[in-house]
């Protein structure tokens, strides 16, 4: 028992009340021991786990897993292939479609950049998604261009062509002071439980919080890129695009960067780039990047060649794999549990998501193979379209679950309603929520998008009633180290889809180890980032809940439905 405990659950109990006041026990949730011993030696045992070879085929065969390429297909395929393998039941590629696109898929074939004058070096990078690549192998100058104002950019009419231009400053890389793996302490999970619904107290930031924005955004505390990530520029008041400035100027591409160092960079892009209206734009690291910055101010010119092979294929088919494990006397209702399965394309999608989805479809075989009996019909579902937006999962609730009304008529006169977020992950007015029949039969969402982190707690997304189930349901996995819940809220992943229809949604909170510092969008994200041990107790937890959640009389206590045009698309986080 950690120190101070009585006195921590006194203080959390003046915060959510009955989440911290009632003992273990006192729920009296019904535990079947036995069958969570069945879960944990199919998970838990390296002879029995599959694991980290679901990841290994998702990562190293399939590679990156951009919504709308033909790697994401080819990976679903085969997600599809194992889940039916394994024995279950009505295993599809659910369809979606995007109302604002995608218009085209996208992916990068061929990428070579080199500085030939006046030394030659390698340049490593990742183009950036749906922008276009080069005519051939093609040779041009490096020029900086800070400069993002219409005015501003006036001087440099008549400069640009066949330029490659660095779009931003060189950042300042700051050295490793701190290792960059880390576990999440006891400390700073307490800190966690003591935080309010509305936010979080004693300046404590939780894993998987405080992430820049999608769509390649830099990192937080990057230099501002304009333009760069997404090949498209930031617009200003009255149409000016700066990108659109530089393809008028014959500019040959764009190089953007992160302040991360260490050889490390991040990637995004727009889905509604396409061939004609993009350059070519490349992220490449630091080192690199600031190099030829420094040569430019010493009015050393810098001339770099490349040859990028992008290829825009038609309107792909939108999808999420599912599949199930029909229940017995409470088949009719379901519990789910889901992972994005796309990713960007720097690296593999390792730890953003292939974790998430090799333990989701992990805990389904262990489910299945462990012969517990389920009362209720669990299913998984592995999202795509996560990283431009939650798209995948938001479509899936909207199809199934619940839609939505007609938004509420602006009163006369008023000016047009902001496109704040709303419910499932759409944006603008939304309407009331309209539930479908499975809404009523849903008991409850769990995902995993942390990256690989050990499972250490679950947020309650404001949810209190589900505090003491939880607790009770944590029991058996004190020993692997999940110990805590936290009230607060959680976003940038799909459960977010789900908890803003009012149904029950969670994510787990998850051990750090190297997702913010080192993999997380970046050129990294590989299978050697990924911890077996923390996958395996993953997958076995996520079993153990939605066996638990399958099998308990009653389905999940839910928060009320929620009103008006509120829900959220994300919090400040991104997955």
């Avoid at 998987?208 to 997404?230: F, K, S, V």
């Amino acid at each position: 028992m950690r120190r101070n405990h009585v006195f921590r659950l006194a203080l959390v109990a003046t915060t959510v009340g009955v989440l911290a006041t009632l003992p273990i026990g006192a729920i009296g949730e019904k535990i079947d021991y036995d069958a969570i011993n069945k879960i944990k030696a199919q998970g838990m045992q390296p002879q029995n786990s599959k694991v980290m070879e679901i990841a290994s085929w998702l990562t190293d065969v399939y590679g990156q897993r951009l919504t709308g390429s033909p790697n994401t297909q080819k990976a679903a395929d085969w997600a599809v292939g194992k889940l039916k393998e394994w024995g279950l039941q009505n295993v599809a590629l659910d369809k979606w479609t995007d109302p604002n696109g995608f218009k085209t898929g996208w992916t990068n074939e061929k990428f070579y950049m080199a500085a030939v004058s006046p030394e030659p070096f390698p340049i490593p990078g990742t183009p950036t998604a749906w922008t276009a690549g080069t005519n051939g192998l093609v040779r041009g100058e490096v020029i900086l261009v800070t400069e993002t104002t219409q005015e501003d950019l006036q001087k440099y009419a008549g400069r640009l062509k066949g330029k490659w231009i660095l779009t931003q400053a060189a950042p300042d890389v700051a050295a490793y002071w701190t290792a960059p793996a880390s576990r999440t302490s006891l400390e700073n999970l307490d800190k966690m439980e003591l935080a309010t619904p509305a936010g979080l107290e004693f300046g404590v930031t939780p894993p998987g919080a405080g992430r820049g924005g999608r769509q390649g955004a830099p990192a937080a505390g990057a230099p501002a890129a304009p333009g760069a990530p997404g090949g498209r520029g930031r617009g200003q008041a009255g149409g000016f695009n700066r990108n659109d400035f530089f393809r008028a100027e014959g500019a040959m591409g764009l190089l953007s960067t992160a302040p991360r160092g260490h050889g490390i960079y991040t990637i995004g892009g727009n889905r509604n780039g396409d061939e004609a209206t993009t350059l070519p734009a490349v992220a490449i690291p630091a080192e690199q990047y600031g190099r030829m910055a420094r040569m430019l101010a010493k009015n050393v010119p810098v001339t770099i060649e490349a040859e990028i092979k992008n290829t825009f294929t038609p309107t792909p088919m939108m999808f999420n794999v599912v599949g199930e494990i029909p229940g017995t006397d409470k088949a009719d209702e379901i519990v789910m549990l889901g992972a994005h399965f796309d990713s960007w394309h720097a690296s593999t999608g390792a730890t953003d998501n292939a974790a998430g989805s090799a333990a989701m479809m992990e805990a389904m075989r262990i489910l299945k193979q462990s012969g517990v009996t389920l009362r209720r019909t669990v299913r998984i579902g592995l999202w795509t379209g996560e990283e431009q937006g939650l798209i995948g999962s938001r479509e899936y609730v909207l199809a199934h679950l619940a839609g939505r009304g007609a938004p509420p008529a602006a009163p006369a006169g008023a000016a047009p309603a902001a496109a704040a977020p709303g419910p499932g992950g759409g944006r603008g007015p939304q309407g009331p929520i309209l539930p479908k029949p499975e809404h009523a039969k849903f008991a409850g969402y769990f995902n995993i998008d942390n990256g690989t982190g050990a499972i250490r707690g679950v947020y309650l997304q404001g949810n209190d009633a589900v505090g003491p189930i939880f607790r009770e349901w944590m029991e058996p996995f004190r020993s692997l180290g999940m110990t805590h819940l936290t009230i607060r809220n959680t976003g940038g992943t799909d459960h977010q889809s789900f908890d803003a229809v009012g149904l029950p949604g969670f994510q787990f909170i998850q051990d750090e180890v190297e997702y913010n510092t080192m993999t997380h969008h970046t050129n990294l994200d590989s299978y050697e980032r990924l911890q077996p041990s923390d996958m395996m107790k993953n997958a076995t937890i996520a079993a153990a809940f939605a066996y638990l959640a399958a099998n308990r009389d009653e389905k999940l206590p839910r928060k009320p439905m929620p009103t008006g045009t509120g829900g959220g698309r994300r919090g400040s986080g991104q997955n």
